[in-house]
């Protein structure tokens, strides 16, 4: 078993909730039941996934869990661009996010490569 809470992984995902909470509060609010619901699932699903994934007793068991975590990452940035496509948000805040999001899928693959050369 492992600490989640210990993870920095972790701990990043939980700080990009946070930033896209307060970033989906501006959006327009016919989009309540539409892209922000959607945005703030997704970056929910970031952080949980790898709690989740901690749970479990391998190492390729556990990297499903993180390979799902860094799939809702793509989703994410996706759906910041599209926000921007909209006019909804500027590049600029969007291209600030994904910048936050890159590095974290960065950190998730390379843990996911660790785990792999790892695998008890």
Do not use: H
Not at 36 to 42: K, L
Request: net charge neutral.
């Amino acid at each position: 078993m492992r600490n989640f809470r210990d993870l920095d992984i972790w701990k990043d995902a939980r700080i990009l909730v946070k930033e896209i909470y307060i970033l989906t509060e501006s959006l327009p609010e016919n989009e309540k039941f539409g892209l922000i619901s959607q945005i703030n699932r997704c970056a929910i699903s970031i952080p949980s996934n790898i709690a989740e994934g901690c749970a479990k007793s391998s190492n390729k068991d556990f990297c499903r869990f993180l390979e799902i975590s860094l799939g809702s990452c793509y989703e994410l940035e996706t759906q910041l661009i599209l926000c921007s496509d909209l006019e909804f948000i500027s590049l600029e805040i969007a291209e600030t996010k994904i910048i936050f999001i890159k590095n974290l899928e960065r950190k998730i693959g390379s843990f996911i490569n660790f785990l792999k050369k790892n695998n008890p």
